[in-house]
């Protein structure tokens, strides 16, 4: 087949207009976004950098230990950088720096200057600012406290306005980021599709007696080549009974000869990420028992996707896709009937219990609000998300303990929220006991099957676009890619 071709169409002006849109809506608020700060792996040595989401977002700065400031009430310095000095040595060691001029040449900062400088000219700059803009929580938490506690002193004495509230910026940036601008459609395409490469080549690669390392590395080796800077998540390449654990990432095991592999993996390009999850038969046949189960799935991930479309709920989602799992699930002597009791006392969540999806981009699981007034929000026209329903029947649940409680999403997680996760849980175990249980025998031939199917979906002005579909989903289809050889060396 004839693989569609990247035509970038992405300037670096999308983080001018990013900013001019931050700042327009800033008000009369000063805000600190600080970078991400490089983490000990151990001695001397780092994890992997990977600047922070939000940072990264306004700024386009790669480097950690920074600060960008954006205060509207300026003229002249809106926007100002504060970043890592010129250092020669250091940087023979670790790497370029951009300094506090390639910050303003570079970046297109105001004005920039070195890191240490922040504290000083934050305090200053305060003067005659009356609402701060900082996420509590991080670790430059008691600089900025220090700062307006400081600023307040002076204002008190000298008569000038203090800075008298606090409030998260994130609440503006992350409806930003929620609905795609072009720039970023245009890379989580791409995303889309190096991560849909790397799939079908691990499709094809995956074999009885090759190891879940190996089908990784083959999968991460297209991603690199297409020009992916990383993965956007662990790699999950679970085979087997490995698929019933949702965020498996040891993919240290053989694949046998009979098993399943499901893979959720994607690539990040521009730091926009993929988020895909298909699972097929190691040796290019479904036995019936994973056909059956993969059937079931499937027809829930195209239902949920077939009502994608501006002005749907979020939530309604979900809805749809425990509704049909259910119904399969039932129909499969997985779980007792009817269907709408099994969704009513959330018998389902034996062997599907995450959500139907989230939003997709900087971060895998992206920033904003699911909920507006606490109705499921509806969809509109940019906003990107993933489908993924799935079926895990752990090799342990040969007997399952089901309640004639009802269940109740929502006032389990306000439960959790006002009690603590561990009181709630209890309590809603007593409930279960309360109600009355009773055992149900799961059929054996389906011990240990786990299966995911995933796609990234883009809300259009009419309708929806799925932007994964270059890899198979059909039984036909995963089959007779599982049958074709990868022509990637096997060493050893
Ligand atoms: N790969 C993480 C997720 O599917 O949510
Ligand atoms: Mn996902
Ligand atoms: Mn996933």
Redesign the pocket.
């Known amino acids: 087949m004839t693989l569609p071709v990247y035509a970038p169409t992405m300037t670096n002006d999308r983080y001018a207009h990013r900013r001019a849109e931050f700042l327009d809506q800033l008000g009369d608020t000063i805000a600190v976004i600080p970078a991400g700060q490089e983490q000990i792996r151990n001695d001397d040595v780092e994890h992997a950098f990977r600047q922070n989401s939000d940072f990264f977002f306004l700024t386009g700065f790669p480097e950690p230990d920074a600060i960008a400031v954006f205060d509207p009430g300026h003229d002249t310095e809106s926007y100002v950088l504060f970043v890592r000095e010129r250092d020669v040595e250091m940087e023979a060691w670790n790497g370029r720096r951009a300094g506090p001029e390639g910050a303003v040449e570079r970046f297109g900062a105001d004005a920039a200057h070195t890191i240490d400088e922040f504290d000083a000219w934050f305090r200053k700059r305060l003067r005659g600012r009356t609402s701060v803009g900082y996420t509590l929580g991080g670790s430059y938490d008691a600089r900025i406290v220090q700062a307006i506690t400081s600023a307040k002193a002076s204002a008190e004495r000298l008569g000038f306005p203090i800075p008298a509230s606090v409030s998260d910026p994130r609440h503006i940036l992350h409806e930003m980021r929620l609905v795609k601008s072009p720039f970023e459609i245009d890379a989580l395409r791409e995303a889309c599709r190096i991560s849909a490469i790397g799939h079908r080549e691990a499709m094809k690669y995956a074999s009885p007696g090759r190891t879940e390392g190996q089908v990784q590395a083959a999968m991460e080796y297209v991603f690199a080549s297409l020009g992916s800077e990383r993965v956007g998540?662990g790699s999950?390449v679970a085979g087997g009974d490995n698929a019933c654990i949702l965020?498996y990432v040891e993919n240290d095991q053989p694949l046998n000869d009979g098993d399943l592999l499901l893979i959720?993996?994607?690539a990040e390009f521009h730091h926009l990420t993929a988020?895909i999850?298909r699972t097929f038969p190691v040796n290019g046949t479904f036995s019936a028992a994973q056909r059956a189960v993969y059937e079931v799935v499937l027809e829930a991930e195209q239902a949920v996707i077939d009502i994608c479309a501006p002005g749907l709920p979020f939530t309604d989602m979900h809805e749809r896709s425990v509704e049909v799992l259910t119904a399969g699930m039932v129909d499969l002597g997985l779980l007792p009937g009817p269907a709408d009791e099994a969704i009513a006392k959330g018998w389902y969540r034996e062997f599907f219990f995450?959500g139907t999806g989230?939003w997709l981009g900087v971060d895998?699981?992206d920033a904003g609000d699911y909920r507006i007034d606490g109705k499921g929000r509806p969809l509109v026209s940019g906003m990107a998300f993933?489908v993924?329903p799935g079926i895990y029947v752990a090799p342990e649940k040969g007997s399952i303990s089901l309640s004639h409680a009802e269940y109740d999403a929502d006032a389990l997680a306000v439960a959790s929220f006002e009690l603590g996760a561990s009181k709630a849980k209890a309590d809603w175990a007593q409930a279960r006991e309360d109600a009355g249980m009773f055992d149900f025998e799961v059929p054996e031939e389906f011990l240990g099957i786990g299966v995911r199917i995933?796609d990234n979906i883009l809300i259009t002005d009419d309708g929806y676009a799925n932007l994964t579909d270059l890899v198979p989903v059909s039984i036909a289809d995963v089959e007779a890619l599982v049958a074709e050889r990868s022509e990637l060396p096997i060493f050893g």
């Open positions: 998540y999950i965020h959720d993996a994607a988020d999850t995450h989230h895998v699981h993933t993924e995933e």
